[in-house]
């Protein structure tokens, strides 16, 4: 965690907080001394109000950041790792539906740059020696995510936009559904497996963000609106599975009702 109050909280809730650089092998091994599992949860985004600036301190993180993190368990003795990842990662094409079998190919695109960081980031995973899981997660919203803050902001400024006509699919999972499969992955640990956590129930653009704008009491949102992502239609049928989770919010009307 990258902010103090962060810590702060975490400190509130019981943990034991260690103070380490993804890029010092040193403090990360020191940090991991005596953990029985590492849980790569580092990101360095600018988050949804800042899409125009450079995701290439995530790409980087991503790339030469996880196997440090990885060395860095192995010389702690920590035997079981898992990472987190993005369920992008199995984007399709158009509104088929994907798994964790598909891998999207990679573009000169942001989000193609960050797909290939994400992938090269799964190898190092999996290529370790470490018992490994890697949880492949949908769009974040909820509490602390912004998406879903901005999305009602910019709705009831009349400024919400569709990307392009909203036609592709973006597969959500809310954060604490995240956060409750991420715990049932370490109770339940199906060895050295990569699954989709993300909702029941992809949904189209201009669906989701109708949702949003209907909720705020504003007008429809319009098309013409930047491309950032590619359509992603993915199932979560093995993660239920070897997890036991199910989504507590299955769709995005659930999860955006206020």
């Given at each position: 965690m990258r902010r103090p109050e962060a810590a702060t909280a975490a400190v509130a809730c019981g943990?034991?907080?260690?103070?380490?650089?993804?890029?010092e092998p040193e403090s990360l091994r020191a940090a991991l001394d005596g953990c029985e599992i590492g849980v790569n949860l580092a990101t360095s985004l600018p988050g949804p109000k800042?899409?125009?600036?450079?995701f290439a301190a995530n790409d980087k993180l991503r790339r030469l950041g996880t196997p440090i993190w990885v060395k860095a368990c192995q010389d702690a003795a920590v035997a079981?790792?898992?990472?987190?990842?993005?369920?992008l990662v199995s984007s399709g094409i158009g509104d088929e539906w994907t798994d964790e079998d598909t891998t999207f190919a990679p573009d000169g695109t942001t989000a193609g740059l960050a797909i290939a960081a994400c992938l090269a980031m799964e190898a190092a995973v999996r290529g370790s020696a470490l018992d490994w899981l890697v949880l492949r997660g949908g769009l974040f919203y909820?509490?602390?995510?912004?998406?879903?803050?901005?999305w009602f902001a910019a709705a009831r400024a009349g400024q919400l936009r569709l990307?392009?006509?909203?036609?592709?699919?973006?597969?959500?999972?809310?954060?604490?559904?995240?956060a409750q499969a991420?715990?049932?992955?370490?109770?339940?640990?199906?060895?050295?497996?990569?699954?989709?956590?993300?909702?029941?129930a992809?949904?189209?653009?201009?669906?989701?963000?109708?949702?949003?704008?209907?909720?705020?009491g504003a007008a429809p949102p319009q098309p013409g609106g930047r491309i950032g992502l590619p359509s992603c239609r993915v199932r979560n049928r093995r993660a239920?599975?070897?997890?036991?989770?199910?989504?507590?919010?299955?769709?995005?009307?659930?999860g955006l009702a206020r």
């Open positions: 943990a034991d907080v260690r103070r380490a650089d993804i890029y800042g899409r125009e600036k450079d079981r790792i898992l990472q987190q990842s993005i369920a909820g509490p602390g995510t912004g998406y879903d803050d901005a990307p392009a006509d909203g036609s592709s699919y973006v597969s959500l999972v809310h954060i604490a559904d995240m991420t715990v049932q992955a370490i109770s339940q640990w199906p060895s050295e497996q990569v699954l989709i956590v993300a909702d029941d992809p949904a189209l653009w201009r669906d989701v963000l109708g949702e949003v704008a209907a909720l705020a239920r599975e070897a997890l036991g989770w199910a989504p507590f919010y299955p769709s995005h009307r659930i």
